[in-house]
Protein backbone atom coordinates (compact mmCIF):
# COMPACT_ATOMS: atom_id res chain seq x y z
CA UNK A 1 0.00 0.00 0.00
CA UNK A 2 1.80 3.22 -0.74
CA UNK A 3 1.53 6.59 0.83
CA UNK A 4 -1.02 7.96 -2.13
CA UNK A 5 -3.79 5.85 -1.01
CA UNK A 6 -3.45 4.81 2.92
CA UNK A 7 -6.41 5.04 5.16
CA UNK A 8 -6.55 7.21 8.05
CA UNK A 9 -5.55 5.31 10.83
CA UNK A 10 -7.65 5.62 14.70
CA UNK A 11 -6.28 3.85 17.69
CA UNK A 12 -8.50 1.15 19.11
CA UNK A 13 -7.85 -1.90 21.58
CA UNK A 14 -8.03 -5.47 20.96
CA UNK A 15 -10.75 -7.08 22.66
CA UNK A 16 -10.08 -10.29 21.58
CA UNK A 17 -7.09 -12.84 19.99
CA UNK A 18 -8.32 -16.36 20.09
CA UNK A 19 -7.75 -19.66 17.96
CA UNK A 20 -10.75 -20.72 16.22
CA UNK A 21 -8.80 -23.24 14.24
CA UNK A 22 -5.34 -24.86 13.57
CA UNK A 23 -3.27 -22.03 12.91
CA UNK A 24 -5.88 -19.20 12.55
CA UNK A 25 -6.89 -16.49 14.88
CA UNK A 26 -9.63 -14.21 15.66
CA UNK A 27 -8.70 -10.92 16.76
CA UNK A 28 -11.64 -8.22 17.58
CA UNK A 29 -11.09 -4.29 17.76
CA UNK A 30 -13.23 -1.75 19.71
CA UNK A 31 -12.92 1.69 20.69
CA UNK A 32 -11.82 2.21 24.27
CA UNK A 33 -14.09 4.03 25.11
CA UNK A 34 -16.93 2.34 23.68
CA UNK A 35 -17.74 4.82 20.88
CA UNK A 36 -19.33 3.23 17.71
CA UNK A 37 -17.09 2.39 14.94
CA UNK A 38 -16.63 3.49 11.22
CA UNK A 39 -19.72 1.82 9.48
CA UNK A 40 -18.39 -1.37 6.75
CA UNK A 41 -20.34 -3.74 3.84
CA UNK A 42 -19.66 -6.75 2.93
CA UNK A 43 -16.72 -7.60 1.20
CA UNK A 44 -14.46 -4.58 3.51
CA UNK A 45 -11.13 -4.99 4.90
CA UNK A 46 -9.28 -2.82 7.48
CA UNK A 47 -5.65 -2.26 7.26
CA UNK A 48 -4.00 -2.73 10.39
CA UNK A 49 -0.65 -1.37 11.73
CA UNK A 50 1.36 -4.33 13.59
CA UNK A 51 3.33 -4.18 16.70
CA UNK A 52 6.75 -4.27 13.98
CA UNK A 53 5.24 -1.39 12.07
CA UNK A 54 4.31 -2.99 9.16
CA UNK A 55 0.83 -2.49 7.52
CA UNK A 56 -1.17 -5.38 6.49
CA UNK A 57 -5.15 -5.55 4.96
CA UNK A 58 -7.39 -7.85 6.63
CA UNK A 59 -11.00 -8.54 5.78
CA UNK A 60 -13.42 -7.71 8.30
CA UNK A 61 -15.41 -11.05 9.25
CA UNK A 62 -18.51 -9.67 11.58
CA UNK A 63 -21.97 -8.79 10.60
CA UNK A 64 -21.46 -5.38 8.72
CA UNK A 65 -24.58 -3.94 10.97
CA UNK A 66 -22.72 -4.29 14.13
CA UNK A 67 -21.30 -0.62 15.00
CA UNK A 68 -18.77 -1.54 17.93
CA UNK A 69 -16.60 -3.79 16.88
CA UNK A 70 -14.49 -5.10 14.14
CA UNK A 71 -13.31 -8.73 14.02
CA UNK A 72 -10.97 -10.05 11.55
CA UNK A 73 -9.17 -13.90 10.72
CA UNK A 74 -5.98 -14.29 10.75
CA UNK A 75 -3.94 -17.14 9.43
CA UNK A 76 -0.18 -18.10 10.61
CA UNK A 77 1.75 -17.75 7.57
CA UNK A 78 5.46 -19.11 8.70
CA UNK A 79 6.67 -18.37 5.56
CA UNK A 80 5.22 -14.97 4.88
CA UNK A 81 6.53 -11.50 5.80
CA UNK A 82 5.70 -11.46 9.63
CA UNK A 83 2.43 -9.52 9.70
CA UNK A 84 0.33 -12.40 10.64
CA UNK A 85 2.48 -13.89 13.13
CA UNK A 86 3.22 -10.71 14.16
CA UNK A 87 -0.54 -9.99 15.71
CA UNK A 88 -1.08 -13.69 16.52
CA UNK A 89 1.65 -14.22 18.90
CA UNK A 90 2.57 -10.02 19.77
CA UNK A 91 -0.86 -9.11 20.37
CA UNK A 92 -3.36 -9.61 23.51
CA UNK A 93 -6.36 -8.40 24.89
CA UNK A 94 -5.97 -4.99 25.97
CA UNK A 95 -3.58 -3.67 23.83
CA UNK A 96 -3.99 -0.99 21.46
CA UNK A 97 -3.19 -1.16 17.59
CA UNK A 98 -3.30 1.94 15.10
CA UNK A 99 -6.67 0.51 12.98
CA UNK A 100 -7.58 2.34 9.50
CA UNK A 101 -11.24 3.13 8.45
CA UNK A 102 -12.74 0.41 6.42
CA UNK A 103 -12.25 0.44 2.59
CA UNK A 104 -14.11 -2.12 0.33
CA UNK A 105 -12.76 -3.49 -3.45
CA UNK A 106 -14.86 -6.27 -3.08
CA UNK A 107 -17.96 -4.91 -2.79
CA UNK A 108 -21.60 -6.82 -3.53
CA UNK A 109 -23.63 -4.83 -6.23
CA UNK A 110 -27.08 -3.80 -4.61
CA UNK A 111 -29.43 -4.60 -7.00
CA UNK A 112 -28.27 -8.56 -7.58
CA UNK A 113 -30.07 -10.90 -6.12
CA UNK A 114 -28.46 -13.96 -6.04
CA UNK A 115 -24.92 -14.54 -5.57
CA UNK A 116 -21.54 -17.49 -5.44
CA UNK A 117 -19.36 -17.51 -3.12
CA UNK A 118 -16.37 -20.11 -3.56
CA UNK A 119 -13.19 -19.84 -0.99
CA UNK A 120 -10.38 -21.38 -0.42
CA UNK A 121 -8.56 -21.60 3.02
CA UNK A 122 -8.51 -18.27 4.73
CA UNK A 123 -9.94 -16.99 1.90
CA UNK A 124 -13.63 -17.73 3.51
CA UNK A 125 -13.39 -14.36 5.92
CA UNK A 126 -15.14 -11.59 3.92
CA UNK A 127 -17.90 -13.79 2.81
CA UNK A 128 -18.74 -14.30 6.62
CA UNK A 129 -19.71 -10.75 6.08
CA UNK A 130 -21.59 -11.10 2.96
CA UNK A 131 -23.67 -14.20 3.99
CA UNK A 132 -24.91 -12.06 7.05
CA UNK A 133 -25.51 -9.12 4.90
CA UNK A 134 -27.47 -11.43 1.69
CA UNK A 135 -29.36 -13.35 4.19
CA UNK A 136 -30.68 -10.04 6.19
CA UNK A 137 -31.41 -8.01 2.92
CA UNK A 138 -33.78 -11.72 2.06
CA UNK A 139 -31.42 -12.44 -0.89
CA UNK A 140 -29.44 -15.97 -1.78
CA UNK A 141 -26.45 -17.27 -1.81
CA UNK A 142 -24.25 -20.53 -2.39
CA UNK A 143 -20.80 -21.23 -0.47
CA UNK A 144 -18.48 -23.58 -1.64
CA UNK A 145 -15.67 -23.74 0.93
CA UNK A 146 -12.53 -25.50 0.15
CA UNK A 147 -10.29 -26.03 3.13
CA UNK A 148 -7.47 -29.26 3.91
CA UNK A 149 -9.60 -30.28 6.86
CA UNK A 150 -11.90 -30.29 9.83
CA UNK A 151 -9.24 -28.81 12.11
CA UNK A 152 -7.62 -26.40 9.93
CA UNK A 153 -11.77 -24.71 8.64
CA UNK A 154 -12.01 -21.26 9.56
CA UNK A 155 -15.44 -21.32 11.67
CA UNK A 156 -16.73 -24.44 10.99
CA UNK A 157 -19.03 -24.67 13.76
CA UNK A 158 -21.14 -21.48 12.57
CA UNK A 159 -21.13 -22.79 8.93
CA UNK A 160 -22.56 -26.07 10.00
CA UNK A 161 -25.57 -24.90 11.61
CA UNK A 162 -28.88 -26.23 10.03
CA UNK A 163 -30.23 -22.60 8.78
CA UNK A 164 -26.74 -23.15 6.34
CA UNK A 165 -27.13 -26.96 5.20
CA UNK A 166 -29.01 -25.50 1.79
CA UNK A 167 -26.36 -22.91 1.35
CA UNK A 168 -23.11 -24.65 2.39
CA UNK A 169 -20.86 -26.55 1.13
CA UNK A 170 -17.32 -27.42 2.68
CA UNK A 171 -15.25 -29.43 1.03
CA UNK A 172 -11.99 -31.33 2.14
CA UNK A 173 -8.72 -32.18 -0.28
CA UNK A 174 -6.74 -33.44 2.69
CA UNK A 175 -3.47 -31.06 1.22
CA UNK A 176 -3.63 -33.35 -1.95
CA UNK A 177 -4.40 -31.43 -5.06
CA UNK A 178 -6.07 -34.32 -7.16
CA UNK A 179 -8.65 -34.29 -4.49
CA UNK A 180 -9.80 -30.89 -5.31
CA UNK A 181 -13.03 -29.39 -5.96
CA UNK A 182 -14.33 -30.32 -9.21
CA UNK A 183 -15.34 -26.42 -10.36
CA UNK A 184 -16.24 -26.94 -13.32
CA UNK A 185 -20.08 -27.99 -13.11
CA UNK A 186 -20.44 -25.48 -10.55
CA UNK A 187 -19.26 -22.97 -13.11
CA UNK A 188 -20.66 -24.17 -16.01
CA UNK A 189 -23.72 -21.76 -16.54
CA UNK A 190 -24.50 -18.35 -14.73
CA UNK A 191 -27.74 -19.35 -13.28
CA UNK A 192 -30.18 -16.71 -12.30
CA UNK A 193 -27.22 -13.80 -12.84
CA UNK A 194 -25.70 -14.70 -10.31
CA UNK A 195 -22.50 -12.71 -9.14
CA UNK A 196 -19.29 -14.97 -8.47
CA UNK A 197 -16.99 -14.00 -5.68
CA UNK A 198 -13.58 -15.81 -4.98
CA UNK A 199 -11.34 -15.63 -2.43
CA UNK A 200 -8.11 -17.93 -1.71
CA UNK A 201 -5.12 -19.09 -2.74
CA UNK A 202 -3.77 -17.92 -6.41
CA UNK A 203 -3.87 -21.19 -7.54
CA UNK A 204 -8.11 -21.59 -7.06
CA UNK A 205 -8.39 -17.97 -8.11
CA UNK A 206 -6.89 -18.49 -11.96
CA UNK A 207 -8.72 -21.57 -12.28
CA UNK A 208 -12.26 -20.05 -11.37
CA UNK A 209 -11.08 -16.89 -13.61
CA UNK A 210 -10.21 -19.47 -16.53
CA UNK A 211 -13.53 -21.43 -16.46
CA UNK A 212 -15.85 -18.30 -15.90
CA UNK A 213 -14.53 -17.02 -19.41
CA UNK A 214 -17.97 -17.46 -20.70
CA UNK A 215 -19.82 -15.41 -17.48
CA UNK A 216 -20.33 -11.59 -17.88
CA UNK A 217 -16.98 -9.78 -16.57
CA UNK A 218 -18.85 -7.53 -14.51
CA UNK A 219 -20.35 -10.88 -12.65
CA UNK A 220 -17.10 -11.98 -11.85
CA UNK A 221 -15.43 -10.63 -8.70
CA UNK A 222 -12.13 -11.64 -6.91
CA UNK A 223 -10.07 -10.70 -3.90
CA UNK A 224 -6.32 -11.79 -2.80
CA UNK A 225 -5.36 -12.10 0.60
CA UNK A 226 -1.83 -12.63 -0.96
CA UNK A 227 0.61 -10.80 -3.06
CA UNK A 228 0.19 -11.14 -7.02
CA UNK A 229 3.57 -12.24 -8.95
CA UNK A 230 4.24 -8.23 -9.95
CA UNK A 231 8.15 -9.52 -9.65
CA UNK A 232 9.71 -12.46 -11.14
CA UNK A 233 13.12 -14.09 -11.62
CA UNK A 234 12.66 -13.95 -15.34
CA UNK A 235 11.23 -10.26 -15.48
CA UNK A 236 13.16 -7.56 -17.74
CA UNK A 237 13.26 -3.95 -17.46
CA UNK A 238 11.24 -2.41 -20.15
CA UNK A 239 9.45 1.19 -21.55
CA UNK A 240 6.49 2.12 -21.17
CA UNK A 241 5.16 5.09 -23.86
CA UNK A 242 2.31 7.66 -22.65
CA UNK A 243 -0.04 8.16 -25.85
CA UNK A 244 -1.22 11.57 -24.27
CA UNK A 245 2.41 13.43 -23.53
CA UNK A 246 4.70 11.44 -25.69
CA UNK A 247 6.89 10.79 -22.64
CA UNK A 248 8.76 6.86 -22.10
CA UNK A 249 9.25 6.07 -18.54
CA UNK A 250 11.53 3.29 -17.61
CA UNK A 251 10.00 0.12 -15.90
CA UNK A 252 12.54 -1.48 -14.18
CA UNK A 253 12.48 -5.46 -12.68
CA UNK A 254 12.05 -3.85 -8.83
CA UNK A 255 8.79 -1.63 -10.25
CA UNK A 256 5.83 -1.68 -11.31
CA UNK A 257 4.24 0.22 -13.97
CA UNK A 258 1.77 2.07 -11.56
CA UNK A 259 4.94 2.53 -9.02
CA UNK A 260 7.00 4.25 -12.13
CA UNK A 261 3.90 6.07 -13.20
CA UNK A 262 3.97 7.93 -9.78
CA UNK A 263 8.19 8.05 -9.43
CA UNK A 264 7.71 10.13 -13.08
CA UNK A 265 4.85 12.63 -11.17
CA UNK A 266 1.82 10.87 -12.62
CA UNK A 267 -1.31 10.49 -10.03
CA UNK A 268 -2.43 7.34 -10.85
CA UNK A 269 -5.66 5.81 -9.51
CA UNK A 270 -5.61 2.60 -7.63
CA UNK A 271 -6.57 0.24 -4.40
CA UNK A 272 -6.31 -3.49 -3.83
CA UNK A 273 -2.81 -3.10 -6.01
CA UNK A 274 -2.93 -7.33 -6.09
CA UNK A 275 -4.82 -7.43 -9.79
CA UNK A 276 -7.87 -8.00 -8.44
CA UNK A 277 -10.47 -5.05 -7.72
CA UNK A 278 -9.94 -2.92 -11.58
CA UNK A 279 -9.31 0.72 -10.34
CA UNK A 280 -6.21 0.54 -12.42
CA UNK A 281 -7.72 -0.52 -15.57
CA UNK A 282 -5.67 1.19 -18.76
CA UNK A 283 -6.03 1.18 -22.32
CA UNK A 284 -3.19 -0.92 -24.17
CA UNK A 285 -2.39 0.61 -27.70
CA UNK A 286 0.29 -0.85 -28.76
CA UNK A 287 2.84 -3.79 -27.38
CA UNK A 288 2.57 -7.25 -25.95
CA UNK A 289 1.78 -7.21 -22.36
CA UNK A 290 2.65 -9.75 -19.85
CA UNK A 291 -0.69 -10.54 -17.57
CA UNK A 292 -0.81 -10.72 -14.14
CA UNK A 293 -4.28 -9.71 -12.63
CA UNK A 294 -7.34 -11.67 -11.52
CA UNK A 295 -9.80 -9.05 -13.56
CA UNK A 296 -9.48 -9.35 -17.28
CA UNK A 297 -11.33 -11.61 -19.22
CA UNK A 298 -9.29 -13.41 -22.33
CA UNK A 299 -10.93 -10.53 -25.10
CA UNK A 300 -10.14 -7.70 -22.92
CA UNK A 301 -6.12 -8.74 -22.98
CA UNK A 302 -5.42 -7.48 -26.07
CA UNK A 303 -6.14 -3.81 -25.30
CA UNK A 304 -6.26 -3.24 -21.80
CA UNK A 305 -3.49 -4.05 -18.82
CA UNK A 306 -3.88 -3.66 -15.26
CA UNK A 307 -0.76 -1.96 -14.31
CA UNK A 308 -0.73 -2.30 -10.43
CA UNK A 309 0.65 -5.53 -11.31
CA UNK A 310 1.19 -6.85 -14.97
CA UNK A 311 4.18 -5.96 -17.34
CA UNK A 312 5.55 -5.99 -20.77
CA UNK A 313 6.56 -8.71 -23.26
CA UNK A 314 7.64 -6.65 -25.32
CA UNK A 315 10.69 -4.06 -25.20
CA UNK A 316 8.12 -1.00 -25.08
CA UNK A 317 4.59 -0.77 -24.48
CA UNK A 318 1.93 2.23 -25.23
CA UNK A 319 -1.33 2.75 -23.04
CA UNK A 320 -3.56 5.48 -23.03
CA UNK A 321 -2.24 8.05 -20.87
Not at 189 to 199: A, D, F, T, V
Not at 244 to 254: E, H
Request: aromatic share 6%; glycine share 8%.
Amino acid sequence: MTASNQPQMMPLRVTRNDKIADGIHLLEFRDAAGKGLPQFSAGAHITIRVPNGALRKYSLCNDPAERDRYAIAVKREVNGRGGSTNLIDGVKAGDELMVGAPINDFELPQRAQDFLFIAGGIGVTPFMAMIRQVLAEGKRFRLYYCSRSPETTAFLDELSAPEFKDHVTIHYDGGDPSHSLDLRPILAERKNREHLYCCGPRPLMEAVRHMTDHWSSAAVHFEAFSDAETHKPTDKPFKVRLARSGDVIDVPTTKTILEALRDHGLEVPSSCETGTCGTCRTKLLAGEADHRDLVLAEHERADTIMICVSRARSDEITIDR
